[in-house]
């Protein structure tokens, strides 16, 4: 049965695909982040800087590794670096382990998210696929944000018993990998091992001289030319994840407000939680309109993605303003703005995973373009993570030996022994 019903099922597991693979990178890398540095004044972006050098690392050296092995292989080294990553974390309380421990959940996500994109360029309408593979990260996103908030603001569970539960969610990527229909990846393997008959025929000498002059030069042109289509694309998603993660990660850490009902740490959560809310949001509305059909996908499509990125920076400019003078009344107003820049960003990415699949009609095409934007993505979370490196501490400093606000300049405990019991929990 190759019908409709095959084709939902075939998309709802990509979707479930990238919704349990991002969940565990969501908590750790995204929610996790001041509490994972609880008890020092290290710059947050400590741990983007470290996950991202993994994840780019991971990603770049990722595509041969899963060429030259089977996808059971990719997704069983895949789940085994999930675990491990999550167990540094966890097993000891020293700041310099759960660095490593973020640092081996950067490999294991850049090889995982590889292996997710590479599956799906074989199977038909790998752009649909693309697309639900991706509103199930932001969707992950969303759903991490919303259990880590939960469990360590409002049921004061400490930080490192809500990551350490994350450890069994990591085998259920393998689980859906393994109730997957494999026929589409055994008629690629049938069509690459097959012996095809060759005719050959003798060439003449002009043709043999042009053989010889230019052996190198198509092939090196084709790759030129193939970058050069997906480049804009991916600066399009480059400068909107950069903007978001700057804004979250570096400025707002330094935004808290004395008239707030919660603690300082907390105003990075809920920051958070409402980016990631506009994430799911925007993603889910491409996803809604493309259920009505090709017509109405195409009259919703926005074909100038560059007004969604220039709208995203000028709210990471409005952010370094906010922080810089303090002249917002209350947290409202950000909140409010984190929800629209997730938004923003959640279209974008969506858009560009659907545009950069588009573009080409091979599955190995597609799966190298799909990784490229998986590329860009590590790209942004490192530049984001080197901007925060100065801009952090500077908007920190400004604020605390300025603004004299003390411990309303940095979203986080100031005591050590936060990450393993939660002692200044409200309710």
């Known amino acids: 049965m190759k019908g409709p019903p095959r084709n939902r ?11 349990w693979t991002l969940f565990p990178q969501a908590v750790v890398s995204w929610m996790a982040v001041e509490d994972i540095l609880s008890g020092t004044l290290l ?47 966890v097993a000891i309380d020293d700041i310099k382990l ?16 590889i292996t997710d994109v590479s599956l799906l360029a074989y ?8 697309n639900a593979l991706e509103n199930g990260g932001t969707a992950s996103v969303f759903l991490a944000s919303i259990v880590y908030t939960g469990l360590t603001t ?38 690459t091992t097959d012996h095809q008959p060759i005719q050959y025929a003798i060439l003449t000498d002009e043709e043999l001289s042009d053989e010889q002059e230019t052996p190198e030069a198509v092939p090196s042109l084709s790759k030129v030319l193939f970058l050069f289509k997906a480049l ?33 740490r907390d105003h990075y959560q809920y920051y958070r939680l409402l980016s990631d809310s506009g994430m799911l949001f925007g993603g889910l509305l ?37 922080s810089w003078y303090r002249f917002l009344p209350n947290v409202i107003f950000v909140l409010v703005l984190c929800f629209v ?4 960003h959640g279209v974008t990415i969506v858009y560009c995973a659907q545009n950069i699949a588009s573009l080409y009609s091979s599955p190995r095409d597609k799966g190298t373009a799909l990784s490229l934007l998986q590329v860009s993505f590590s790209c942004s979370r490192l530049a984001a993570a080197s901007l925060g490196f100065f801009v952090e501490p500077y908007l920190r400093e400004h604020c605390t030996y300025r603004l004299m606000l003390g411990r309303f300049c940095l979203a986080r405990h100031a005591a050590h022994g936060e990450w393993g019991t939660n002692k200044h929990c409200r309710i």
């Open 341 to 344: 820049q997730g938004l923003l």
């Open 154 to 191: 409002w049921l004061c569970v400490a930080p490192c018993f809500a990551i350490a539960a994350c450890i069994p969610l990591c085998l259920i990527p393998l689980a859906i990998y393994l109730s997957l229909d494999k026929e589409p990846l055994k008629d690629h393997l049938r069509q």
């Open 232 to 264: 804009p694309i991916m600066g399009y998603n480059f400068i909107s994840s950069t903007c978001c993660h700057v804004s979250v990660a570096s400025v707002l850490s330094t935004l808290t407000f004395p008239s707030s009902p919660f603690l300082p």
């Open 43 to 89: 710059p947050s972006t400590v741990v983007l800087f470290s996950y991202s050098i993994a994840d780019l690392f991971s990603k770049s050296l990722s595509p041969f590794i899963v060429r030259k092995i089977s996808f059971n292989v990719s997704f069983c080294l895949a789940t085994s670096l999930f675990v491990g990553s999550l167990l540094l974390l």
């Open 9 to 19: 099922l075939l998309t709802a597991s990509f979707y479930m695909l990238g919704f």
């Open 123 to 130: 199977y038909e309408n790998a752009d649909i696929l693309a």
């Open 286 to 322: 491409i996803l809604v309109v493309s259920c009505f059909g090709e017509k109405c996908m195409e009259f919703f499509r926005i074909r100038k993605l560059w007004s969604l990125v220039t709208l995203n920076v000028i709210i990471l400019l409005f952010f370094v303003f906010a």
């Open 98 to 113: 759960r660095i490593a421990g973020v640092t081996v959940m950067g490999i294991a996500y850049g090889f995982t998210r």
